[in-house]
């Protein structure tokens, strides 16, 4: 666990502050779930990496509860619990802490920040390229180039389905690939499903190109059989999403190799790259889920989404970033003066001033702390100048001094901004 | 736990982010603390109740954790780890969920929201009042009409003090006053301090008016010895809070009753109490926690915050809170075109619409989901429009319909904003 103070504090909520917008300005809305959820939402569908570096707790009545590693599977219980009557797509965005328990790695903490947007109940490609463009202009803002990696699960799921392996098992041979130890799943896929799956399942991964993947579905009509179509459409759908990605001036590569660590994808899947200090790292991603819903024993429904992991963009943009702070105006209050008539002052500031009351016995302590903290303006309130309903106003940076009337104030500011 | 969703959730985020603009304006800079901290952080000085409500757990290593029950003595800990160089005094907001094990109560829930204020090393009666006025800006913007009420807990340690009776003592004797239980607290004051000590914290607790605190201050000056300057000092700090705020315009109650939930208060505390449907309910508060560093090993500091409750507000605000939504374009894509072209004309669509692509067989189910999703302009693009490299706007309210080029959609929508 970790503090956040400072100029990287500052990062943060300029983070989190500029996904609000973008998302809020693409018709996300936000939604807040609990930090804390039953350790059962999780259980089924988080994936073996996720489920077995979660703090998980008995609460006093004896119910075993998570600190969320993710937010996805909140926001389908959410859906099932109070949203399934709007009108859909339903367009999400949330930013929340998670937690994964785990030996503390570069970049890698106990507590992580992720942004996410998610659509609930929308089959067309327009929702993976939805939540995609906006996660894309939001790091466009931002000034994070990135590459798209995209792959797709469903092909594996519908040829292990077709050789009758189930999907439990699917999900752990997913977790082999994730993990890039692929002879351990076609060895995995060769037990279960046959060695002619194993080696159907070897080929699509070792595909180079779409139309390689294409050329080897059409091998497989048969073997497919009712999941064919179904397949197919899959495939479509990833072909639209890299054109149109690439379309809007996007870098993509195709990689039939990609499967992320959580267990609830079902299709389309995507990952976003950026390059830090010369290393390509991942910044987030997403997919599709589609049917996640039954696993929580509701309806059928399609879901799309995706996260970016807040603290590895932070950790890129950190060398650059400059505190954004507005110009500051240090109101001193000298001790004989009553505390009131500074906070006075304060309010007549113009809202394109950031200030502050500081009270002192001695004018060059004030002086001293306005400097200290990059103050542009002081405005300095004696004896004098209270009786006089006057206020002395100096400019920090040319050392220009200038007495006025308190009521003169607001408009001399308006002037020098 | 509770979910928070639609205008629920947009007020949450509206009260977030006025929050953090305030405080920000006013000189105070984010801090992000753990939401997971070592259970001793908070045994010391959190209080009765909060101790008994706490969310206490282990991790795999056997350490003893809590979900944080507050944030301020995460930032005492923050302070004394990372900011002791900086120059004082310093100025930190927050916004952090925190949480407390009980029985759910209205509007009392087991995950809340709180928004807090600190100042660092500042002894002067102004950081009590600049945290306070932050917190009456905020207050004041958001439409909350609040009065405070003040007391001041140094009296009664110093008089505690005066007769020997130690800190942990005082911390229950000032829990039984702040749960109403007068009878209770001065037969245990009596216990552990004699009849004398037990009249004095008697008659304090039954003052009036500041003028009835101040002559039985006088009073006291051979029993309080070296205590008495001290003593005097901050009931003077009491009366210049309390004068500027009249000063001010706000409202103001002194109590010498009150005495907030939290062990580490000091000396001045305060409340702010709101109306809600005729009700008058706490909606947050603060006070002076010096020398909690010293709890902590660290050296004395001077410290004084407050934190607001986010839920209360959120629920006194609710009735009246309207989406402050921007007014909303759809992009209508028709299955025939490429997605791709929906997000080109979206992203030239002027900052001030929010936006987003809705791709569909049919124009009738686009002005449908624009219709109920509540859009001011849909942007139609269908075939015949993509080959001209045109769009077809649609004003949703009049119904007035034009089409004009792509290049051009920028400067129409700019000319009805």
Tied chains: 1, 2.
């Excluded at 389905?161 to 060769?190: P, W």
């Excluded at 999941?227 to 149109?244: G, N, S, V």
């Excluded at 500051?328 to 500074?342: D, F, K, M």
Aim: charged letters at 25%; proline letters at 3%; a neutral charge.
């Amino acid at each position: 666990m970790r503090d956040i103070v400072g100029v990287e504090a500052e990062l943060y909520e300029y983070l989190f502050s500029e996904f609000k917008r973008i998302a809020g300005n693409r018709g996300f809305q936000p939604v807040i779930t609990p930090t804390v959820e039953y350790y059962r939402l999780f259980e089924a569908k988080s994936g073996e990496e996720i489920k077995n570096s979660m703090y998980v707790f008995e609460d006093k009545a004896g119910r075993l509860l998570a600190l969320r590693p993710e937010v996805t599977a909140s926001v389908v219980r959410v859906y099932l619990r109070l949203l399934r009557a709007l009108p859909k797509p339903i367009r999400l965005y949330y930013i929340a802490q998670c937690f994964r328990y785990e030996e503390p790695q570069h970049a890698r903490y106990r507590e992580f920040w992720q942004g996410g947007l998610e659509i609930l109940g929308d089959p067309d490609v327009n929702a993976d390229l939805s939540v995609a463009l906006t996660a894309s202009e939001f790091l466009d803002t931002i000034g994070v180039k990135h590459v798209y990696i995209v792959g797709n699960v469903s092909i594996y799921r519908n040829i292990m389905r077709s050789f009758n392996i189930e999907e439990e098992v699917q999900d752990r041979i997913l977790h082999l690939i994730d993990k890039e130890k692929i002879d351990s799943a076609i060895e995995e896929v060769k037990l279960r499903g046959g060695s002619e799956a194993a080696e159907i399942i070897y080929k699509v991964l070792s595909a180079r190109t779409l139309d390689d993947v294409e050329s080897y579905l059409q091998d497989l009509r048969t073997t497919l059989g009712d999941l064919y179509e179904k397949t197919l459409q899959e495939h479509a759908r990833t072909r639209d999403f890299i054109t149109a990605l690439q379309e809007l001036g996007y870098q993509v590569v195709f990689n039939p190799k990609l499967v992320r660590g959580l267990a609830y994808y079902t299709g389309l899947i995507f990952e976003y790259k950026a390059v830090d200090k010369g290393l390509e790292v991942s910044i987030g991603g997403g997919g599709r889920y589609d049917g996640l819903s039954v696993v929580y024993n509701g309806p059928f429904e399609y879901f799309t989404g995706l996260a970016l992991g807040l603290d590895r963009i932070a950790l890129t943009l950190s060398d650059n970033f400059q505190s954004q702070r507005k110009r500051t105006v240090c109101v001193i209050v000298l001790r004989e003066v009553p505390a009131s008539a500074g906070y006075r002052v304060l309010r007549s500031i113009p809202p394109v001033f950031r200030g502050f009351v500081y009270r002192t016995r001695s004018l060059s302590k004030g002086l001293e702390h306005a400097n200290k903290t990059g103050c542009d303006y002081v405005v300095i309130i004696g004896s004098a100048e209270y009786e006089q309903g006057k206020v002395t106003v100096k400019d920090m940076k040319t050392g220009e001094q200038v007495t006025l009337s308190v009521n003169s104030l607001s408009e001399y500011l308006h002037s020098v901004t």
